[in-house]
């Protein structure tokens, strides 16, 4: 089944304890991406990446990090983590243009 | 700077009704404008998609109506449903850069 995993689905962690979201998708998409959801604000990008290796800043990447080192991983970073962190987390992939396929989501809080 | 309003918030429709949700957009170099559907506890999910070259374009109870010289796209849903309740995104991106997305509406039909 064609698919994108995110792991762990829930966490809730300290301010100041590193953490790491995975992220993996089995259709050999090049494109890859981080969105959080907030009530009221819809979906900001964090990061992306067009292919391995090449990773870019969307419109939040204050606090985050990523990396590319496979085609099919995108794990979030998240070095020291603060309340204003708290959110629903999206990892998305997609071919080509705007058909992105979404996984299921990381919901994080941060206390 | 948000680059894609979408409105109304959130629209309460009567089952059978026809839903009706509003983007606009300023960049006029963006060239693919997608519709999403998010359940609660899920990723969004790809539902409709136009291109500038056409007016509207329609799949099954969904349909997409363009206005480029307006900077405005919308989604008509027909015969509205129960299952149809969900958060709808409207997004737009350029060439093959990155999707900005709408602040979402609630839609809620009532049986």
């Known amino acids: 089944e064609a698919q994108v995993t995110q792991n762990p689905r829930y966490l809730i962690t300290v301010t100041g304890k590193k953490l790491t979201v995975t992220c993996s998708q089995n259709m050999n998409h090049e494109y890859m991406s981080w969105y959080r959801q907030d009530p009221g604000l819809g979906l900001r990008q964090i990061y992306y990446s067009m292919n391995v290796e090449v990773t870019d800043k969307g419109d939040v990447p204050e606090g985050y990090k990523v990396s590319r080192k496979e085609k099919r991983n995108f794990p979030l970073i998240l070095e020291s983590p603060s309340p204003n962190q708290t959110s629903l987390y999206f990892c998305a992939s997609s071919l080509g243009q705007g058909g992105l396929y979404f996984g299921p989501g990381t919901r994080l809080t941060v206390t | 700077q948000q680059q894609v309003k979408q409105s109304p918030q959130s629209l309460i429709v009567q089952k059978g009704g026809i839903s009706i949700i509003n983007c606009a957009y300023e960049n006029t170099a963006f060239d693919y404008f997608p519709w999403y559907q998010q359940f609660p506890g899920k990723g969004p999910a790809l539902l409709i998609a136009?291109?500038?070259?056409?007016s509207e374009k329609k799949e099954g109870r969904f349909t997409i109506s363009f206005n480029k010289s307006a900077k405005q796209f919308s989604l008509h849903i027909m015969d509205s449903q129960p299952g149809d309740s969900a958060t709808y995104f409207c997004a737009a991106s350029l060439r093959y850069s990155t999707l900005t997305f709408g602040k979402g509406t609630m839609l809620l039909v009532s049986p």
């Open positions: 136009i291109r500038p070259d056409v």
